[in-house]
């Protein structure tokens, strides 16, 4: 399969589209994203460690500051993507995306960071749900 997607509280969220593949997304992640409507309304959010983006996503139904940050490359590529689809067209070519998320403007920033290394800003919100799997090593 090329393309694989879950829903969850009405956003679709890829988690795999061709070579980009995350973890399946699962109940670590709805749980968070279940309680972000409590806590993000009008806030400055920052989703650190954003892999898929879901948990930025959510926090852009409630505020429309919120920047996505992850230390891997292909997390940050999907995470647009998924923006893209929530946000900006919903039936979107996947392939045409794949290749040309990175010409595409976005109206939120994207930081490749080791958490905050690359980080210059504050926020009042600040979404993690941090790596509980040692599996993988990363190079930024
Ligand atoms: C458990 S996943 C959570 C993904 C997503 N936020 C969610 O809730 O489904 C952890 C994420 O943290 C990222 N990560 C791991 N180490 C990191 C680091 N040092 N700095 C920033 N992100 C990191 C991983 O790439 C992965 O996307």
Redesign the pocket.
Same mark, same amino acid.
């Given at each position: 399969m090329d393309f694989e997607y879950v829903k969850h509280n009405d956003l679709i969220?890829y988690y795999k589209i061709y070579d980009l593949e995350?973890?399946f997304?699962k109940e670590? $992640?709805f749980l968070?994203?279940d309680h972000i409507r409590e806590f993000a309304k009008n806030k400055k959010v920052l /989703? &650190?460690?954003?892999? $898929?983006?879901?948990?930025?996503l959510e926090a852009y139904k409630y505020t429309k500051n919120v920047s996505f940050? /992850? &230390?891997?490359e292909e997390?940050l590529k999907l995470s647009k993507i998924n923006f893209y689809i929530n946000y900006i067209h919903n039936n979107p070519d996947l392939d045409y995306l794949y290749k040309n998320i990175e010409k595409i403007n976005l109206p939120i920033k994207f930081y490749q960071?080791?958490?905050f290394?690359n980080i210059n800003e504050k926020f009042d919100l600040i979404?993690?749900?941090?790596?509980?799997?040692p599996e993988?090593s990363?190079k930024v």
């Open positions: 969220i995350f973890y997304t670590d $992640s968070l994203n /989703d &650190i460690g954003c892999g $898929s983006g879901i948990q930025g940050s /992850d &230390i891997s997390c960071s080791d958490l290394s979404l993690f749900n941090p790596t509980y799997l993988v990363y």
